[in-house]
């Protein structure tokens, strides 16, 4: 196993100097009509500086959340309970004052959203939406602020940049409506970028495009990077290591080779399982994933995945897997893939035509 550092217990295991962002026991709860949703549930996890986090999770596993959390940026029946920190280069951003964490957010972690015209106000232009962080946290006057906005359109491949800062949001196309919430995000030097599913709204051949570029940026400019991702295929090639979320926890972390390679937790097998391959056969149908993520008002007692999970026994019903791995590779799971135990219990359900919580196989398994 490649050397991580990541623990959902305890302090993370990095040399303190390579770490740009701990969080420690991140939680979140929504107070719904029907009762406190936990939508993040005590997440851990380190940062290094210039790497690459990916997160991957299906829609409600808790990973927008989770850097919402961060960025501060959450709704208001959020509830965040206490016991939590979150440090960025050992500063505990939790503690601080409204006006020091507004700085903080607004200079040192930036963040990109999955669809650039709910970030970008569709009636001002592009220039004053790029240049107005700059004049205000980096006290630029206009000329220095315009100056750098031109430099930071070129920088995210965007042609004619003078021109562009004339334009409103609408008269650009999608791709080029990212690159400027790039642009606007990279305008105050974060030593920190989150990306929430940043191409999920671009076709295809743009998606590349942003990610190659967002890859690229990141490497030259030496930041730290989360990209949130429904889609295991982003991360592969991109992502330092891997973090896979489901039910408000990270369920699998690893350095990402590793994650894909000896990949231990059944969600994490399920989701690899479902990305489309080009040596398949045309015609045959994609893996689906079983069944549909757990309603976390009212979460089950044990294992979260366990009715939907091929691997599942009557243990995991009643007995929520903690943590087990090494500090390079993690993952919660009493049957993980790949072991002995994994693939008897596989085995097992496979010969029973049911896992243990009743679901067919022969749609769980493939
Ligand atoms: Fe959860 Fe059990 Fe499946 Fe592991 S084998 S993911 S513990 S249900």
């Given at each position: ?40 549930d ?12 990916g ?6 596993s ?15 029946n959020?509830?965040?309970p206490?016991g939590?920190?979150?440090?960025l ?19 040192e ?17 592009i ?29 995210v ?30 305008a ?13 709204a671009?076709d ?18 030496g ?14 090639g ?7 979320m489901?039910?408000g ?13 000896n ?9 690899l ?11 045959q ?27 599942a ?8 897997p ?15 893939v ?29």
């Amino acid at each position: 196993m490649s050397g991580g550092n990541t623990l959902e217990s305890g302090p993370p295991a990095v040399a303190p100097a390579e770490t740009l962002l701990e969080a420690d026991h991140l939680t979140v709860w929504f107070d719904t009509p029907r009762g406190q949703l936990r939508a993040v549930d005590g997440v851990s996890f380190a940062l290094r500086r210039g790497e690459t986090l990916g997160v991957v999770g299906e829609s409600g596993s808790g990973k927008s959340v989770m850097v919402r959390a961060i960025m501060n940026i959450l709704p208001g029946n959020a509830v965040r309970p206490p016991g939590q920190s979150l440090r960025l280069a050992g500063r505990d951003i939790l503690s601080l004052t409204p006006t020091e964490r507004k700085r903080v957010l607004g200079t040192e972690i930036a963040m990109i959203f999955q669809d650039p015209m709910t970030s970008l106000n569709p009636v001002r232009r592009i220039g004053i939406q790029l240049t107005e962080s700059m004049r205000h946290h980096l006290d630029l006057g206009k000329a220095e602020a315009t100056k750098r906005a031109v430099d930071l359109l070129n920088l995210v491949g965007i042609p004619e940049p003078t021109r562009r800062l004339r334009q409103y949001p609408h008269q650009l196309s999608g791709g080029m409506r990212q690159r400027v919430t790039i642009a606007i995000a990279l305008a105050c030097n974060p030593t920190l970028l989150v990306a929430d599913e940043p191409t999920t709204a671009l076709d295809v051949t743009v998606q590349k495009q942003i990610l190659d570029l967002l890859d690229r940026l990141q490497t030259e400019l030496g930041m730290s990077m989360i990209l949130i991702t429904h889609d295991l295929g982003v991360v592969a090639g991109r992502a330092t290591r891997t973090a896979v979320m489901y039910a408000g926890k990270i369920v699998e972390i690893a350095e990402t080779v590793e994650l894909f390679d000896n990949t231990r937790h059944p969600y994490s097998r399920a989701l690899l399982d479902s990305i489309p391959r080009v040596e398949r056969p045309s015609h045959q149908k994609l893996d689906a994933i079983a069944g549909r993520p757990p309603d976390m008002v009212d979460p089950p007692r044990g294992c979260a995945f366990a009715p939907r999970c091929a691997y599942a026994q009557p243990r995991c019903i009643e007995e929520e897997p903690e943590l087990s791995g090494d500090a390079g590779h993690q993952w919660r799971c009493h049957f993980p893939v790949g072991t002995p135990a994994g693939e008897a219990a596989r085995r097992a359900n496979i010969a029973a035509g049911v896992t243990a919580t009743g679901l067919a196989t022969s749609k769980a398994v493939s």
